[in-house]
């Protein structure tokens, strides 16, 4: 009778033993979610596609920052360069091009906000900023940013409130994208 009882108290050892293994390899404790540091090929990056282009809006200006704005990168885009691509579209000339911003050196939490903007030269004014706000996702991979210049909106709070901010409770100055205080 005894020898019956030790095997069965080994056997619930050992499947305890094996249940709690496995748990503990789940866990994922030696891969935590971090940052994307800059540093080697762990960079961050926001790759923002920009449809509607075409030489009747002028020329593209994209914004990019990261880090509450203390990094940016803007990049100039000829609307009748190489590398704007045809749409195959009945929608009549659109175009698109796709931007890559890159921020080397620069250490973007998981979670943290990243906002991408795009202006043309033939609306330099706060009313042409299109802007999309994102969040660094936890995997080690680019944002993606999809933009139209054919927004229908017509001045920055119908934008900020189709993004879904409230914005109800600043003055004229805060509201304004380009306001220089």
């Excluded at 503990?24 to 960079?43: C, F, R, S």
């Amino acid at each position: 009778m005894y020898p019956l009882l030790a095997k069965r108290k080994m056997l619930v050892i050992w499947t305890w033993i094996f249940v709690v293994s496995i748990s503990l390899l789940n866990m994922n404790i030696a891969n935590p979610i971090q940052a994307e540091t800059g540093k080697g090929e762990d960079v961050f990056k926001v790759i923002m596609t920009i449809f509607g282009v075409d030489k009747s809006k002028g020329d593209v200006v994209a914004i990019v920052t990261a880090n509450n704005g203390e990094a940016s990168r803007v990049k100039f885009l000829d609307s009748e360069a190489p590398y704007i691509v045809p749409l195959n579209s009945t929608a009549g000339d659109s175009h698109l091009v796709e931007y890559v911003a890159t921020f080397p050196n620069v250490t973007v939490n998981a979670g943290d906000e990243y906002k991408a903007c795009v202006l043309t030269t033939k609306d330099l004014n706060s009313d042409g900023l299109i802007c999309n706000t994102g969040q660094n996702s936890p995997a080690n991979r680019p944002e993606f940013v999809d933009i139209s210049l054919n927004a229908t909106t017509t001045s920055p709070e119908d934008r900020l409130m189709e993004e879904g901010e409230d914005r109800s409770g600043e003055d004229e100055d805060d509201r304004s994208l380009l306001s220089v205080k």
